[in-house]
């Protein structure tokens, strides 16, 4: 069974991301994400929720959030 260029794609996506291919498979990569419109808007959603996550992950709580949360949750 054959897969469409689409899923060939989507299966290159987390290593372009992560920049953990051969050249040639980044080279397979660029030129579908050049030609198609639907892979760019994943690869982009893809990328912008990796800075999401790394920046959620580095700030640090305001200090007494953590307590007030506890707080909230032992409330009856």
């Known amino acids: 069974m054959s897969r469409t260029p689409c ?3 989507e299966e290159l996506l987390q290593g372009y991301l992560d920049r953990a291919l051969t050249d040639s498979e980044v080279g397979r990569a660029e ?3 050049d ?3 639907y892979c ?3 690869y982009r959603f893809e990328e912008s ?3 999401y996550v790394q ?3 580095a700030e640090r709580m ?3 959030l953590m307590e007030k949360l506890a707080q909230l949750r032992s409330s009856p």
Do not use: Q
């Open 49 to 51: 929720l990796r800075k």
């Open 7 to 9: 899923e060939a794609c």
């Open 40 to 42: 760019r808007r994943r």
């Open 55 to 57: 920046t959620t992950a």
């Open 62 to 64: 305001p200090v007494g």
């Open 31 to 33: 030129s579908h994400l």
């Open 35 to 37: 030609a198609c419109d």
